[in-house]
């Protein structure tokens, strides 16, 4: 599955059309998810900082999710994006 993963990750740099920014949200947190597990980071200093909120609020809602399980969501993800 992690040659699966690792395609797919490629894949998603060549994508016929830039996602919309809550698709793109969700291959964010599911990368994050998969490579590093539950986030653990502190949140932005920046208050102002709403990209990085938007990261983060969206690796946190993956919380207790098993890096293999977030894996093939990515790769189900990319496979869909790529029509």
Avoid: H
């Avoid at 983060?56 to 869909?80: F, P, R």
Wanted: charged share 25%.
């Amino acid at each position: 599955m992690i040659a699966q993963f690792e395609q797919a990750v490629a894949e998603s740099k060549e994508l016929a059309e830039r996602p919309s920014n809550e698709t793109l949200l969700l291959l964010y947190s599911l990368y994050k998810q998969s490579t590093e597990g539950d986030c653990n980071d502190a949140p932005p200093s920046n208050p102002f900082d709403f990209v990085a909120k938007a990261k983060q609020n969206a690796w946190l809602e993956l919380k207790g999710t098993a890096k293999e399980n977030a894996m093939q969501q990515y790769i189900d993800l990319v496979n869909k994006l790529k029509g």
